[in-house]
């Protein structure tokens, strides 16, 4: 077989408190479509980021074209001609289409200034040859429709003699249509002799376009090979691996009445048709694709997004909450996915982020007890198992899992009904984890609903007694979370692959 | 603290005595600043000391201070209001507007008052209703307000007010204690509970810190905005009865570059310009050292001209004291 395009050998990257890459191969063969496939979190990205020079690694070697190189900057990435196109584009709406496709390295004249007329034809040429003939190069970004912007953002990737190209999840955002152009343009490239990465949840679209597989999981690379000798089933396996068992809370299963029941709820752009029934004393999961709907959703269903229509019925009685004050008298919580920004405060301390949904139990006549708050802070910051040095602190001078904590000991102060966590663990270290875990299972216990919004499939099959899955707005399935459920089968489900015959 | 002591959850309250960190906080520090100043002017002026001297200080920052008190509230909110000295303008020229038509003392201080109120109303109405920033509406308002007084007064001016109206900005409750200082402390204190004791005070410090995770955790933002725009206006209506009362008279430029001042006041109060912190302790100690300040200046003969530069470079200081300070800790580290 010929020499590797780009090779990569044993990178390791590492964050605080995570390891993102463990020691990865990938190798990228001219005129050949790799597929990297892997859950979400699984370390793609950071590999991409590391491809291109956003990241450095902290070990292992890359080698382009047989010689090894440093690549140190994004810059440096683009001259060994590595180029990346990404499922969301950074362009600039007050630029020109050429202007877009050229920012950075345009074509100079003599005296050091931008030749527009080679820019423009080079710019006619690049857009010619990807198939998007009707877009005019002098027009501005921001007159062009998003199918185009995703060509100009192709063109713009292709602007350098790239030999390798990167495509992360380029098809999310597209439709039909443009999906089949954008497959045209990939067999172009192909027999153009670049070497191409091609990143997707989507198996049709791997099996139709790639020669190649790498898989990863957890940061670390579990298989690679030739796509027509691998079934399907077989990297699926790889994805979810065996061997990632946690240790869950187990619980005596003792589920009640429905507590909340939603019907047809939809949103004009971001879901549609939602219908679901959650019982006192359940934990429902929610499983899907990033981008699947599933926190818009939530979100709604927590009065924060305006326009939705359908009927949600808690306790027997029809609510449409307006805002989060109002899902929060429902009895309703949300915790939200990016704690940093709509979760914790983090220049309020500890005890005044715990108090403020229920500062109205703890006030008197709207003048604050102090005391009662210290109170009512220390309750739920011991049972939560918090660690901190006092509870005057600041909420971000706390890790990741001890603020998470303070958001649940703030949801759980108001003594909800139903909670809803929205990736309750994401980023968080596996000690902080299994506390997160330990208490959704008393808090069923105790007679609370949860909905568990969750991408890593341990912890919805370990935590879930139903599952409902979610693909591009719309329920998918809903599963009983029984022996038979598998994390193949909500893979599958998630993706959109029929279940094969065994 | 060791990993041992964490397994104790033994989590203290707080670190520091509600003492300790009162004592090393901004308010002292500028207390201690108000008190050189006190010093500086007695040595700068023989008649300083004398009561009816003292009293007669208070009324350069009584005004604006009033002002002050709903505006640190709106800016630890992450808003601010430019308009509240063209609100006064407005407030006063509508005051002069019925004193044409004969209207008693207290329909006088009402329409005052209402006035400010409604533009109060009408900022927060724009700000939380299109979503834009408050700097930029304010701005225009801030025109829009002094441009109405302007075209109703030309250069012309409102004079005539009753001698009962005169009491607000000129009249004494008790020897030298006149009645704008009495206010001053009434309402100092009224914000001083509504900001640190009341449950409404939290929420704008939660909205001035994240407003996204306040809106999460049931904080209503936009209510919570739209009552502090009222308050500032509420307040800039009484102070334009308070100086158009002593005053006796009503010009369209009345309190011309006042929001500078009353901001200035904010700032060196220790809030926050970017929203979040602040104390209602710290706006009322900057209140005496602004007005100390002005009248020394004043002592020294300093031209109108060279006050305005002064207080605008304290503006510039206050506010990058803090970054300073960051950046040299930063730098430290």
């Not at chain 1, 602007?159 to 249509?177: C, G, H, N, Q, R």
């Not at chain 1, 006549?365 to 109170?375: C, V």
Request: glycine residues 10%; negative net charge; proline residues 4%.
């Amino acid at each position: 077989m010929s020499v590797p395009q780009i090779k990569l050998s044993k990178i390791t990257k590492t964050f605080p408190g995570v390891r993102a890459l463990s020691e990865v191969d990938l190798a990228l063969y001219p005129g050949q479509v790799t597929a990297l496939i892997g859950e979400n979190g699984a370390g793609k990205s950071t590999l991409v980021k590391t491809m291109t020079g956003i990241y450095q690694p902290d070990g292992g070697e890359i080698f382009v074209a047989g010689k090894a190189v440093n690549l140190q900057s994004p810059h440096a990435a683009f001259q060994l001609g590595i180029t990346a196109i990404h499922q969301e584009t950074v362009l600039f709406d007050e630029l020109t289409v050429a202007e877009n496709i050229f920012l950075g390295h345009s074509p100079k004249t003599r005296f050091n200034l931008i030749d527009w007329v080679e820019m423009n034809s080079r710019a006619r040429a690049l857009l010619d040859d990807i198939g998007a003939s009707h877009i005019a190069t002098d027009v501005r970004l921001k007159d062009v429709s998003i199918a185009n912007k995703h060509l100009v953002a192709v063109a713009r990737a292709l602007s350098i003699e790239a030999d390798v190209v990167i495509m992360d999840e380029p098809t999310a955002a597209l439709s039909y249509k443009e999906i089949e152009d954008l497959f045209t343009l990939v067999e172009k490239l192909k027999s153009d002799g670049k070497a191409i990465l091609f990143i997707s949840h989507k198996f049709d679209e791997i099996y139709r376009l790639a020669d190649r597989y790498t898989v990863f999981r957890d940061g670390e690379m579990v298989g690679e090979g030739l796509l027509a000798d691998t079934p399907q089933n077989e990297i699926v396996e790889m994805m979810v691996g065996r061997s990632v068992e946690q240790i869950f809370p187990s619980r005596t299963l003792d589920i009640g009445e429905p507590i909340l029941t939603v019907q047809n709820f939809s949103h004009p752009t971001e879901f549609a048709d939602i219908s679901f029934d959650l019982h006192k004393g359940e934990i429902l999961g929610f499983y899907g694709l990033v981008g699947a709907g599933r926190s818009e959703v939530m979100q709604a269903l927590f009065g924060m997004t305006h326009g939705t229509s359908g009927v949600i019925t808690s306790q027997g009685k029809t609510i449409s909450p307006k805002s989060p004050a109002e899902a929060i008298q429902s009895g309703i919580v949300y915790l939200p996915e990016e704690r940093g920004k709509q979760g914790v405060i983090l220049d309020l301390p500890i005890f005044q982020n715990i108090s403020l949904p229920s500062l109205s139990t703890t006030s008197r006549n709207g003048f604050l007890r102090m005391a009662k708050e210290f109170e009512l802070a220390r309750t739920y910051a011991t049972r939560l198992d918090l660690r901190a040095a006092s509870l005057d602190q600041h909420a971000g001078t706390l890790s990741g899992g001890n603020q998470q904590k303070v958001v649940i000991a703030k949801w759980l102060a108001i003594q909800p009904n139903i909670i809803i966590l929205d990736e309750p663990t994401k980023g968080i270290d596996i000690g902080s984890k299994a506390a997160v875990h330990a208490f959704m299972g008393e808090l069923v216990e105790q007679g609370l609903s949860v909905i568990m919004v969750s991408s890593e499939i341990p912890e919805v099959l370990g935590m879930s007694d139903r599952v409902v899955v979610m693909r591009e707005g719309r329920m998918a399935s809903v599963f009983n979370n029984d022996d038979t459920l598998t994390a193949e089968t909500l893979i599958r489900c998630a993706a959109g692959i029929e279940e094969q015959a065994a | 603290m060791t990993e041992q002591n964490a397994q104790n959850r033994n989590i203290a309250d707080r670190l520091n005595t509600p003492l300790h960190s009162a004592v090393f906080s901004w308010p002292t520090l500028l207390l201690v600043v108000a008190i050189g100043l006190f010093i500086l002017n007695v040595f700068a002026s023989p008649y300083f000391l004398s009561p009816w001297a003292l009293s007669d200080a208070t009324f350069n920052f009584t005004e604006k201070a009033i002002i002050a008190f709903a505006m640190a509230l709106l800016i630890i909110s992450g808003e601010i209001d430019l308009s509240v000295a063209a609100i006064i303008a407005l407030s006063s020229t509508m005051m002069g507007l019925a004193l044409q038509f004969g209207v008693g003392t207290p329909t006088l201080v009402l329409i005052g008052t209402l006035t400010g109120l409604a533009c109060g109303v009408f900022n927060g109405l724009l700000v939380t209703g299109l979503g834009l920033p408050s700097i930029v509406i304010t701005i225009g308002t801030m025109s829009f307000f002094r441009g109405i007084s302007f075209m109703i007064l030309g250069d012309k001016a409102f004079n005539g007010y009753p001698e009962s109206f005169a009491f607000f900005g000129q009249g004494y409750v008790w020897w030298v204690i006149s009645f704008e200082f009495v206010l001053f402390i009434i309402i100092a204190l009224a914000y001083y509970i509504l900001l640190h004791r009341t449950n409404f005070g939290r929420h704008v410090f939660a909205i001035g810190n994240n407003p996204v995770a306040a809106q999460f955790s049931g904080v209503r933002v936009a209510r919570v905005k739209f009552l502090l725009f009222c308050l500032v206006g509420l307040m800039s209506g009484i102070a334009a009865v308070l100086l158009t009362s002593r005053l006796g008279s009503t010009r369209p430029s009345i309190a011309q570059g006042w929001e500078l001042e009353v901001i200035t006041m904010v700032v060196l109060g220790g809030v926050a310009i970017l929203g979040g912190s602040g104390t209602i302790q710290g706006v009322f100690v900057a209140a005496f050292v602004m007005g100390l300040i002005s009248f020394g200046l004043g002592l020294l003969n300093v031209p109108g001209i060279v006050m305005s530069i002064f207080i605008g470079a304290l503006l510039i200081v206050v506010i990058a004291l803090p970054i300073l300070t960051n950046m040299l800790k930063e730098r430290r580290l």
